[in-house]
T-cell receptor
Framework: GAVVSQHPSWVICKSGTSVKIECRSL??????MFWYRQFPKQSLMLMAT?????????EQGVEKDKFLINHASLTLSTLTVTSAHPEDSSFYIC??????????FGPGTRLTVL | AQKITQTQPGMFVQEKEAVTLDCTYD???????LFWYKQPSSGEMIFLIY??????QNATEGRYSLNFQKARKSANLVISASQLGDSAMYFC?????????????FGSGTQLTVLP
């Protein structure tokens, strides 16, 4: 089946630093990728839709200047958490749909901001 | 209104028995897709099964089947012959409209525990 990779799998950083998370579709091209956030014992919440060749679409309440998304190619989207603070600590996970009947997720990135 | 409702926060099932995880959805679109995912403690989201709104037959994938009742807007997941490794959080999700480039909306999840 289609594979989506995500890197890093976990990261610990100091408050005020920026963290970049990469999401790659390994065996298919993805013009669209999605970024979700999941807090402990909660469901996944969509943060933004990443579009290759155009600007990302952010969900209401998500600061686009804080969560920078770049869809650099048909197989790579990056999420940069700028000036991270402890409240940004969460599980970030990306997904990509190779076809209508499937949407695969990366393994996720656990971010801890000290 | 919630688009995806999972009313069972937690479920227990004996090993080798079947279990049904409930999911109801709300949409005014005629075209939509329903997904089920398994999330073990590691956090990865494992795709289990898909049902399209125009599919006349219930989807099946190995031990997983989807009981799709369109008029009732329900898409329950049935796991047959439960195994200890099935213990995990299970999420129901919906994609509204046509086109794969549309996001999924998730339910709150059901924590399944398989008892030996």
């Amino acid at each position: 089946g289609a594979v989506v990779s995500q890197h890093p799998s976990w990261v610990i950083c100091k408050s005020g630093t920026s963290v970049k998370i990469e999401c790659r579709s390994l065996d298919f091209q993805a013009t669209t990728m999605f970024w979700y956030r999941q807090f402990p014992k909660q469901s996944l919440m969509l943060m933004a839709t990443s579009n290759e060749g155009s600007k990302a679409t952010y969900e209401q309440g998500v600061e686009k200047d804080k969560f920078l998304i770049n869809h650099a190619s048909l197989t790579l989207s990056t999420l940069t958490v700028t000036s991270a603070h402890p409240e940004d600590s969460s599980f970030y996970i990306c997904s990509a749909p190779p076809r209508l009947s499937e949407q695969f997720f990366g393994p996720g990135t656990r971010l801890t901001v000290l | 209104a919630q688009k995806i409702t999972q009313t069972q926060p937690g479920m227990f099932v004996q090993e080798k028995e079947a279990v049904t995880l409930d999911c109801t959805y709300d949409t005014s679109d005629q075209s939509y897709g329903l997904f089920w995912y398994k999330q073990p403690s590691s956090g990865e989201m494992i795709f289990l099964i898909y049902q399209g709104s125009y599919d006349e037959q219930n989807a099946t994938e190995g031990r997983y089947s989807l009981n799709f009742q369109k008029a009732r807007k329900s898409a329950n997941l049935v796991i047959s012959a439960s195994q200890l490794g099935d213990s995990a959080m299970y999420f129901c999700a919906m994609r509204e409209g046509l086109g794969s480039a549309r996001q999924l909306t998730f339910g709150s999840g059901t924590q399944l525990t398989v008892l030996p």
